[in-house]
Protein backbone atom coordinates (compact mmCIF):
# COMPACT_ATOMS: atom_id res chain seq x y z
CA UNK A 1 0.00 0.00 0.00
CA UNK A 2 1.04 3.46 -0.94
CA UNK A 3 1.91 5.43 2.02
CA UNK A 4 -0.75 8.14 2.72
CA UNK A 5 0.45 11.72 3.27
CA UNK A 6 0.19 13.51 6.53
CA UNK A 7 0.77 17.56 5.87
CA UNK A 8 0.52 19.05 9.09
CA UNK A 9 0.80 23.06 8.99
CA UNK A 10 2.00 24.96 12.24
CA UNK A 11 2.50 28.25 14.05
CA UNK A 12 3.44 28.38 17.12
CA UNK A 13 1.67 26.68 19.38
CA UNK A 14 5.02 24.26 19.87
CA UNK A 15 2.98 22.17 23.09
CA UNK A 16 -0.03 21.06 21.06
CA UNK A 17 2.03 20.91 17.58
CA UNK A 18 4.49 18.04 19.50
CA UNK A 19 1.05 16.57 21.14
CA UNK A 20 -0.49 16.02 17.68
CA UNK A 21 2.57 14.38 15.90
CA UNK A 22 2.33 12.66 19.10
CA UNK A 23 -1.11 11.32 18.63
CA UNK A 24 -0.20 10.91 14.98
CA UNK A 25 2.15 8.34 15.29
CA UNK A 26 0.98 6.63 18.26
CA UNK A 27 -2.55 5.61 16.31
CA UNK A 28 -1.94 5.46 13.03
CA UNK A 29 -0.59 1.98 12.11
CA UNK A 30 -1.96 2.53 8.73
CA UNK A 31 1.61 3.62 6.58
CA UNK A 32 1.70 7.04 6.18
CA UNK A 33 4.43 9.56 5.66
CA UNK A 34 3.90 12.76 7.99
CA UNK A 35 5.05 16.64 6.00
CA UNK A 36 5.37 19.38 8.70
CA UNK A 37 4.88 22.87 7.56
CA UNK A 38 6.25 25.21 9.90
CA UNK A 39 4.77 29.21 9.22
CA UNK A 40 7.81 30.84 10.71
CA UNK A 41 7.55 29.81 14.17
CA UNK A 42 9.36 32.43 16.50
CA UNK A 43 11.01 29.58 18.43
CA UNK A 44 13.86 26.90 16.94
CA UNK A 45 10.90 24.23 16.45
CA UNK A 46 13.23 23.04 13.84
CA UNK A 47 14.99 21.01 16.58
CA UNK A 48 11.80 19.52 18.46
CA UNK A 49 9.55 18.74 15.03
CA UNK A 50 12.48 16.89 12.68
CA UNK A 51 13.11 13.87 14.72
CA UNK A 52 9.36 12.91 14.58
CA UNK A 53 8.66 13.97 10.91
CA UNK A 54 9.16 12.59 7.62
CA UNK A 55 9.83 15.73 6.17
CA UNK A 56 9.93 18.89 7.54
CA UNK A 57 9.79 22.86 6.27
CA UNK A 58 10.43 26.15 8.13
CA UNK A 59 9.40 29.51 6.87
CA UNK A 60 11.34 32.14 7.56
CA UNK A 61 7.93 34.11 8.42
CA UNK A 62 4.74 33.05 8.60
CA UNK A 63 2.65 33.98 5.16
CA UNK A 64 -0.51 32.67 6.36
CA UNK A 65 -2.50 29.38 6.74
CA UNK A 66 -3.46 28.93 2.80
CA UNK A 67 0.02 29.18 1.91
CA UNK A 68 1.31 26.79 3.68
CA UNK A 69 -1.76 24.31 3.11
CA UNK A 70 -0.35 25.15 -1.20
CA UNK A 71 3.26 24.75 -0.26
CA UNK A 72 2.73 21.28 1.57
CA UNK A 73 0.90 20.08 -1.38
CA UNK A 74 3.76 19.87 -3.35
CA UNK A 75 5.32 17.36 -1.77
CA UNK A 76 2.13 14.57 -1.74
CA UNK A 77 2.45 11.46 -3.69
CA UNK A 78 -0.15 9.69 -2.64
CA UNK A 79 -3.80 9.67 -4.46
CA UNK A 80 -5.04 10.58 -0.93
CA UNK A 81 -3.98 12.82 2.05
CA UNK A 82 -4.57 14.35 4.94
CA UNK A 83 -4.81 17.92 5.75
CA UNK A 84 -4.60 18.79 9.26
CA UNK A 85 -4.48 21.49 11.58
CA UNK A 86 -1.83 21.16 14.71
CA UNK A 87 -4.48 21.40 17.38
CA UNK A 88 -5.97 18.00 16.56
CA UNK A 89 -5.80 14.83 18.20
CA UNK A 90 -6.63 11.59 16.61
CA UNK A 91 -8.28 8.66 18.14
CA UNK A 92 -6.76 5.05 19.56
CA UNK A 93 -9.15 2.75 17.48
CA UNK A 94 -9.19 -0.67 17.66
CA UNK A 95 -8.99 -2.76 14.75
CA UNK A 96 -8.77 -0.07 12.16
CA UNK A 97 -7.26 2.95 12.74
CA UNK A 98 -8.77 6.34 12.40
CA UNK A 99 -6.58 6.71 8.71
CA UNK A 100 -7.75 3.57 7.14
CA UNK A 101 -11.57 4.26 8.28
CA UNK A 102 -11.34 7.21 6.34
CA UNK A 103 -9.86 5.83 3.30
CA UNK A 104 -12.48 2.94 3.36
CA UNK A 105 -15.31 5.98 3.70
CA UNK A 106 -13.53 7.80 0.33
CA UNK A 107 -13.35 4.20 -1.17
CA UNK A 108 -17.28 3.75 -0.08
CA UNK A 109 -18.27 7.14 -1.14
CA UNK A 110 -16.69 8.22 -4.65
CA UNK A 111 -17.87 11.09 -5.24
CA UNK A 112 -16.88 13.09 -2.26
CA UNK A 113 -13.89 14.99 -2.65
CA UNK A 114 -13.20 15.24 1.63
CA UNK A 115 -13.97 14.12 4.16
CA UNK A 116 -13.31 15.06 7.80
CA UNK A 117 -13.63 13.02 11.35
CA UNK A 118 -15.89 14.67 14.03
CA UNK A 119 -14.27 16.78 16.99
CA UNK A 120 -15.42 16.51 20.26
CA UNK A 121 -16.47 20.03 20.18
CA UNK A 122 -17.29 22.03 17.08
CA UNK A 123 -17.07 26.01 16.21
CA UNK A 124 -19.85 27.64 15.17
CA UNK A 125 -21.69 24.67 14.17
CA UNK A 126 -24.37 23.02 14.88
CA UNK A 127 -23.89 19.25 16.25
CA UNK A 128 -27.65 18.57 15.28
CA UNK A 129 -26.84 17.10 11.65
CA UNK A 130 -25.04 14.30 13.69
CA UNK A 131 -27.92 12.87 14.85
CA UNK A 132 -28.47 10.35 12.45
CA UNK A 133 -27.52 6.85 11.15
CA UNK A 134 -25.50 7.75 8.21
CA UNK A 135 -21.96 7.22 8.27
CA UNK A 136 -21.18 10.40 6.90
CA UNK A 137 -22.85 14.06 6.83
CA UNK A 138 -22.71 16.05 3.51
CA UNK A 139 -21.78 19.57 4.61
CA UNK A 140 -20.50 23.16 3.04
CA UNK A 141 -17.07 22.80 4.19
CA UNK A 142 -15.11 20.77 6.82
CA UNK A 143 -12.22 22.16 8.83
CA UNK A 144 -8.41 20.58 8.74
CA UNK A 145 -9.74 18.54 11.80
CA UNK A 146 -7.37 15.08 10.12
CA UNK A 147 -9.16 16.26 6.75
CA UNK A 148 -8.59 13.54 4.18
CA UNK A 149 -8.94 14.51 0.54
CA UNK A 150 -8.30 13.50 -2.96
CA UNK A 151 -5.21 14.60 -4.31
CA UNK A 152 -6.00 15.02 -8.07
CA UNK A 153 -9.31 17.24 -6.99
CA UNK A 154 -6.88 19.71 -4.52
CA UNK A 155 -4.97 20.31 -7.55
CA UNK A 156 -7.90 20.33 -9.65
CA UNK A 157 -9.03 22.98 -8.33
CA UNK A 158 -6.06 25.55 -7.33
CA UNK A 159 -4.62 24.23 -3.87
CA UNK A 160 -4.76 27.22 -2.08
CA UNK A 161 -3.16 29.14 -4.82
CA UNK A 162 -4.61 32.46 -3.83
CA UNK A 163 -2.10 33.94 -1.54
CA UNK A 164 -4.92 35.63 0.95
CA UNK A 165 -3.87 37.26 4.21
CA UNK A 166 -3.55 35.63 7.53
CA UNK A 167 -5.89 33.38 8.72
CA UNK A 168 -8.56 33.14 5.44
CA UNK A 169 -10.96 30.84 6.31
CA UNK A 170 -9.21 28.14 4.23
CA UNK A 171 -12.14 25.43 4.78
CA UNK A 172 -14.76 27.89 2.99
CA UNK A 173 -12.16 28.58 -0.07
CA UNK A 174 -11.41 24.96 -0.29
CA UNK A 175 -15.30 23.83 -0.14
CA UNK A 176 -16.66 26.54 -2.23
CA UNK A 177 -14.05 25.66 -4.77
CA UNK A 178 -15.19 22.12 -4.64
CA UNK A 179 -19.14 23.40 -4.78
CA UNK A 180 -17.89 25.07 -8.14
CA UNK A 181 -17.08 21.60 -9.84
CA UNK A 182 -19.74 19.73 -8.01
CA UNK A 183 -17.66 18.34 -5.71
CA UNK A 184 -18.94 16.89 -1.99
CA UNK A 185 -17.47 17.23 1.45
CA UNK A 186 -18.56 15.62 5.05
CA UNK A 187 -17.82 14.75 8.51
CA UNK A 188 -17.44 10.90 9.52
CA UNK A 189 -20.53 10.46 11.51
CA UNK A 190 -18.65 7.50 13.33
CA UNK A 191 -15.12 9.00 13.29
CA UNK A 192 -13.62 11.21 15.73
CA UNK A 193 -10.66 13.36 16.99
CA UNK A 194 -9.80 15.65 19.39
CA UNK A 195 -9.89 19.15 18.63
CA UNK A 196 -7.85 21.05 21.37
CA UNK A 197 -8.62 24.12 22.99
CA UNK A 198 -6.02 26.95 24.39
CA UNK A 199 -3.58 29.73 24.24
CA UNK A 200 -0.14 30.17 23.34
CA UNK A 201 1.34 32.12 26.25
CA UNK A 202 1.93 35.60 23.84
CA UNK A 203 -1.72 35.56 22.32
CA UNK A 204 -4.90 32.99 21.77
CA UNK A 205 -4.68 30.11 19.56
CA UNK A 206 -1.97 31.74 17.99
CA UNK A 207 -4.36 34.56 16.01
CA UNK A 208 -2.81 37.83 15.68
CA UNK A 209 -3.18 39.85 18.72
CA UNK A 210 -5.23 42.69 17.56
CA UNK A 211 -7.93 39.58 16.87
CA UNK A 212 -10.82 39.01 19.30
CA UNK A 213 -12.56 35.89 19.59
CA UNK A 214 -15.31 37.51 17.74
CA UNK A 215 -13.82 37.74 15.10
CA UNK A 216 -11.84 34.61 13.89
CA UNK A 217 -14.39 32.57 15.71
CA UNK A 218 -12.28 30.18 18.86
CA UNK A 219 -13.27 31.18 22.00
CA UNK A 220 -10.11 29.84 23.99
CA UNK A 221 -11.11 27.20 27.35
CA UNK A 222 -7.90 27.48 29.31
CA UNK A 223 -6.77 26.20 31.39
CA UNK A 224 -8.06 22.16 30.32
CA UNK A 225 -10.53 20.75 32.40
CA UNK A 226 -9.44 17.58 34.59
CA UNK A 227 -12.38 16.04 33.38
CA UNK A 228 -11.15 16.83 29.28
CA UNK A 229 -8.12 15.65 30.18
CA UNK A 230 -9.21 12.39 31.46
CA UNK A 231 -10.87 12.04 28.23
CA UNK A 232 -8.52 12.65 26.18
CA UNK A 233 -6.01 9.93 27.79
CA UNK A 234 -8.83 7.48 27.52
CA UNK A 235 -9.18 8.38 23.61
CA UNK A 236 -6.23 9.57 22.70
CA UNK A 237 -3.89 7.20 24.57
CA UNK A 238 -1.98 10.31 25.84
CA UNK A 239 -1.37 12.83 28.57
CA UNK A 240 -2.02 16.19 27.39
CA UNK A 241 -0.50 17.60 31.00
CA UNK A 242 3.01 16.31 29.54
CA UNK A 243 2.90 18.96 26.57
CA UNK A 244 1.55 22.12 28.31
CA UNK A 245 3.05 21.19 31.87
Excluded at 81 to 101: G, K
Excluded at 103 to 132: C, H, N, W
Excluded at 208 to 218: A, F, T, Y
Amino acid sequence: MQPIDIVLTTWQREWMTQASIEAIRRNTLTPHRLIVIDNGSDRNSQEVYMNRADIYVKLDQNYGLEYAKWLGMKFVNSELFVSMDNDILVYDYEHRDWLQRLIDLMKRYPEYGAIAPKPQALVGTSTEMFETQNEIVSFGHVPGYARIMRTDWVNEVGAWNDKRELRGHEELWIGQKFAEKGYRLAWANNIECWHLFGKEDTDSWGYPKDMIPEDHGHNPVWPIPKNDIEKIKEKVGIDITEYYG
